[in-house]
């Protein structure tokens, strides 16, 4: 049974499509309407702030369905391979809609108020970076990776940037796997 979106529902993935595709200056608010079938001043009934607004409640609900999602893959059992593997598929979008959401999301902050963007990158970072980072501190720690637990940064924006990369091919469902242990491998210490 097919889910109906609300009108606010619909407004936001169209916008989110737009940001996806051409970035915060390329979103227009009256093609938001038109797409969604409404009049552009019934975009402003449901986001008065109007497209600052907008762009702030797309991407905190990215956000919080990100954070979700990485929660539940670092929840996984298994080794670090195994959980760096289902980490790197719960970033990255199957259906290649909202694929470099991340950068686009991060451009527009330059062209927002300073209040809007402190919010947004303290739950980008709190929500999306810390955990990831916290297991590669972890993993550091431990001596299963080579470095200083300061290090961890560095890790995870390389790891979620290669993450973010992985194209979902139906002939290679192995490929985020492998590009998990490649990514692994130049992590590990080197046997003696």
């Not at 737009?18 to 915060?24: I, M």
């Not at 290090?151 to 995870?156: E, F, G, I, N």
């Given at each position: 049974m097919a889910t109906t979106l609300t009108t606010r529902e619909q407004i936001k993935d169209v916008f989110a499509?737009?940001?996806?595709?051409?970035?915060?200056l390329a979103a227009s608010l009256d093609l938001v309407a038109r797409e969604t079938g409404i009049k552009k001043p019934s975009v402003y009934h449901h986001f008065p702030g109007g497209k600052e607004a907008l762009l702030a409640e797309v991407g905190n609900d990215y956000i919080?369905?990100?954070h979700a999602k990485i929660i539940a893959a670092m929840a996984t059992e298994g080794d670090l391979?195994?959980?760096?593997?289902?980490l790197?598929?719960?970033?990255?979008d199957p259906t290649g809609v909202l694929a470099g959401f991340d950068d686009r999301l991060f451009d527009a902050l330059s062209h927002i108020d300073d209040g809007t963007r402190t919010a947004i990158s303290r739950a980008y970072v709190t929500q999306l970076l810390d955990p990831v980072e916290a297991l590669f501190r972890d993993e550091l720690t431990s001596g299963e990776l080579v470095g200083s637990p300061s290090?961890?940064?560095?890790?995870?924006n390389a790891f979620l940037h290669m993450a973010r990369g992985i194209t979902f091919r139906p002939d290679d469902p192995d490929l985020?796997?492998?590009?998990?242990?490649?990514?692994c491998d130049g992590a590990r210490p080197r046997p003696q």
């Open positions: 499509r737009q940001l996806a595709a051409g970035g915060y919080a369905t990100q391979v195994t959980r760096l593997t289902a790197a598929v719960a970033v990255v290090d961890s940064a560095l890790l995870t985020p796997q492998q590009l998990v242990t490649l990514f």
